[in-house]
């Protein structure tokens, strides 16, 4: 047996109570090596829980009664102890070890499978699942103040990473970190295009007449589930050059525009260049992308995360899928607080509200599996262009700021240029007097 294991558990059993409080922050049933040790030290926990007066001989009774181990067996291991002094280093002991077990039985795992993603998801579901400690505010504090300071030397006026659209920028302040901002829409209104915009928006910001970047590039990785990665390219290509995107499938039509060529060439310079990573994999779980982008941002190369889209992700079997989703987001949230990184989430709305030609904006509530999304997510943008459904309508994108924890929400108009796969503008209000489908989802 463990003598750090005994030594915690007869340091309880002679000290009572108080022992137990000490401990119970580090320990838990699990991390003892052995059966007996972990039933004791539950029937402890049971005991200094209750509303008894402790008694040493309360335990030992329990232990009997329920098949642990005899009331002389306690009263050994007590004995053998002889004081409760050092109980906690005992303890942190017996948590070191039981992590050690734990590692070394997910590496013998992983061994014999070879899925390593796998065990990169493990040891950081084991990393996370440590005890959580309060730390003293002024850690917190210090981290605010440096950052304050920083913008205030850099002479940034937003706190957080800059999409390149003005009025997301005004109302959000930044992408910030540790929050994670939803892209919603139903099928077919823009949502990688908008978010592709984002991202290439950020690793590579556009340029002065000096020919530098008015912004600092910053890293950015994208998860698209749905797309190749050489179509996301050609879409990057296309939208940072203001180019037709189908010069790019019939490349002989560029022989009648050189001027067009020669913007795709400084583009496709700068997209080279960019902090910019993209994995078309698909069948990814977001424990894969967990583990790459805690790889990628403990190298210093990631400031935002993007994920293209929730419904693809492969989610864990579980009794109901809302549960599956809640999992995903949960962990999606758990990866910007930790990396202290914005997350950009594409989600599908559902097609209920399409009714013909009478389709409704978009609400929050569309989302499939609403609850479980809303739950983690920090902002939530739903994108609608009317003109899809109604050549008389007004065109544009409706881009609706419509939930956000710390700040407005209100409406955007872009303007949409789909043959160059991006939504420019963004500077003005959208009101929905000029739409000829109905009001504000609020007002429905
Ligand atoms: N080259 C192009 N010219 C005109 N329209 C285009 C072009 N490329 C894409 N589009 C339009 O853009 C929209 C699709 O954009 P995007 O793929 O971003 O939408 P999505 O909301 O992500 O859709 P999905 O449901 O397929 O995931 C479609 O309406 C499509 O017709």
């Not at 990393?127 to 002479?155: C, F, H, I, K, T």
């Not at 050189?258 to 990573?277: C, D, F, G, S, Y």
């Not at 990396?339 to 389709?359: C, D």
């Amino acid at each position: 047996m463990s003598v750090a294991a005994e030594n915690v558990v007869g340091g309880i059993l002679l000290a009572g109570r108080d022992a137990y409080w000490r401990v119970a922050p580090i320990l838990s049933a699990e991390d003892f090596p052995s059966r007996t040790l972990a039933d004791l030290y539950r029937i402890c926990g049971e005991v200094a829980q209750s509303s008894a007066a402790w008694d040493f001989f309360i335990v030992a009774d329990e232990a009997e009664r329920q098949g642990v181990c005899s009331s002389a067996d306690v009263i050994a291991i007590a004995s053998a102890t002889g004081s409760a002094v050092a109980i906690r280093d005992h303890a942190e002991r017996v948590k070191s070890d039981a992590v050690g077990r734990r590692v070394r039985a997910i590496c013998a795992d992983g061994a014999k499978t070879g899925d390593v993603a796998t065990v990169q998801a493990q040891l950081t579901a084991l990393l996370l699942s440590q005890p959580a400690s309060a730390v003293p505010a002024r850690d917190a504090l210090n981290r605010m103040w440096a950052g304050v300071m920083a913008r205030y030397e850099s002479g940034d006026a937003l706190s957080g990473i800059q999409t390149g659209i003005p009025l997301v920028d005004e109302m959000t302040g930044g992408l910030q970190a540790g929050r994670v901002y939803g892209i919603g829409a139903r099928a077919k209104m823009g949502k990688t295009i908008l978010a592709m915009n984002v991202c290439a928006n950020i690793a590579c910001p556009p340029v002065d007449n000096d020919g530098l970047p008015i912004r600092k590039p910053r890293n950015v990785a994208a998860w698209s589930l749905e797309m190749s990665d050489e179509e996301l390219m050609q879409r990057m290509a296309s939208a940072m050059s203001g180019t037709r995107s189908v010069l790019l499938q019939r490349p002989t039509l560029l022989d009648d525009e050189p001027e067009a060529m020669t913007r795709l060439n400084v583009a496709i310079k700068t997209l080279r260049e960019a902090p910019l990573r993209i994995s078309d994999r698909t069948d990814v779980t977001i424990e894969q992308i967990e583990s790459q982008a805690r790889q990628m941002h403990a190298g210093g190369e990631l400031d935002l995360l993007c994920i293209d889209y929730l419904g693809l992700l492969r989610m864990p079997k579980m009794d109901r899928h809302d549960l599956s989703v809640a999992h995903c987001t949960r962990r999606i949230k758990i990866i910007a607080k930790e990396l202290r990184i914005p997350v950009l989430l594409v989600f599908q709305l559902n097609r209920g509200s399409e009714n013909g030609m009478q389709v409704r904006p978009p609400r929050p509530s569309d989302a499939r599996d609403s609850g479980a999304i809303e739950q983690d997510l920090d902002a939530m943008f739903l994108l609608h262009r009317p003109s899809y459904y109604d050549k008389n309508a007004p065109k544009g994108l409706r881009l609706d700021l419509a939930i956000q924890r710390n700040g407005p929400t209100g409406l955007i108009h872009m303007n949409d240029e789909l043959d160059c796969c991006r939504f420019t503008g963004g500077a003005s209000h959208w009101t929905d007097a000029i739409q000829s489908n109905g009001g504000r989802d609020d007002d429905l």
